[in-house]
């Protein structure tokens, strides 16, 4: 079956009202891609959390609604809207696909550090994923939030595959603050780690990376909650991938969640961003180290010897 597909250039300001006018109008999906991306392969499609800003600062919004939706009353509807200007708006129709296929082409073996492995649920193991030492997480398409594609998963994957090389997650327990696909802590199991916590705001995240540790085989040691159900306490080793803001506003409930001379990587962080981030950790943490591929950041930390 086609759809009806809507295009339309906004900024990360307009955003909020037009996603609203376009759900009110039926719209099934609603996704953003950077506006100023130089080529295709650029475009990523970034998934915000629930309640979090969009990235860029300049997007490309596109909207799917049912194939057999009038286009043009749609847009007499949208142009109904309260000070929304809608003349760039664009609509083409789009073939329905295989979209669990079509992301299976393209989402290919990868690794990461010396023998960390994301492998789709249905693809062949590559012979050096098949090494004894190998640390294989396998990922189901259909709830894949985090495939290690992006550079911030693979930054912290990386650094996980370095904890593990030098003895630190060994029979650690390790918390993936914003896990939504549950690939770090899942990552973090294979390569050692005796247990996980994963948090995340979305529901669907939950499910997500639930259905992933199943998969794996790691669902005794795994559990994940939503941020008012999980537990208060303290972790040797934890992950934060998530926005530079929700970083600088959830510093206290991060650090908090740190034990003594326990270890910390955050990433989301975009190259600049990084300095403000540094300061506002400086109170609970030491050894701050960075690390960076394409335009993103890693900053990795130790936590002060004190309560």
């Not at 594609?149 to 630190?168: Q, R």
């Not at 040797?236 to 409930?253: K, Q, Y």
């Not at 034990?259 to 701050?288: C, H, N, T």
Request: glycine letters at 6%; charged letters at 20%.
């Amino acid at each position: 079956m086609p759809w009806l597909q809507l295009t339309l250039p906004v900024s990360q300001a307009q955003f909020p009202a037009y996603e609203a006018a376009l759900e009110n109008a039926g719209a099934l999906s609603v996704t953003l891609q950077d506006a100023d991306a130089e080529t295709p392969d650029e475009q990523a499609i970034f998934e915000p959390g629930v309640g979090e800003t969009p990235l860029w600062q300049q997007m490309m919004l596109s909207a799917l609604f049912e194939g057999d939706t009038d286009a043009e009353a749609l847009r007499a509807q949208l142009e109904a809207t309260p000070s929304l200007d809608w003349s760039a708006l664009v609509f083409e129709t789009v073939e329905d696909q295989d979209w669990e296929r079509a992301w299976l082409d393209q989402f290919q073996p990868m690794r990461f550090g010396h023998r960390t492995w994301i492998v789709p649920w249905d693809h062949a193991l590559p012979e050096a994923a098949q090494a004894p030492d190998a640390a294989v997480i396998r990922l189901d398409p259909g709830l894949a939030f985090g495939s290690g594609t992006h550079p911030t998963t693979a930054l912290c994957l990386e650094w996980l595959d370095e904890l593990a090389d030098a003895g630190v997650l060994q029979g650690r327990e390790v918390l993936d603050f914003g896990c939504g696909s549950g690939i770090l802590a899942l990552a973090a199991l294979k390569l050692g780690a005796a247990h996980a916590i994963g948090i995340d705001n979305d529901p669907q995240a939950i499910v997500a990376t639930t259905d992933n540790a199943a998969r794996n085989g790691l669902a005794a040691q795994m559990q994940v909650y939503l941020p008012e159900a999980a537990p208060t306490r303290q972790y040797p080793v934890v992950l934060a991938n998530i926005l530079a803001s929700a970083l600088d506003e959830l510093a206290g409930v991060i650090s908090a969640q740190l034990a003594p001379a326990g270890v910390l990587a955050m990433s989301g962080i975009l190259k600049g961003q990084e300095d403000e981030l540094l300061l506002r950790y400086a109170p609970w943490f030491e050894s701050f180290q960075i690390a960076s591929q394409e335009d993103w950041v890693r900053i990795t930390a130790r936590r002060k010897n004190q309560p």
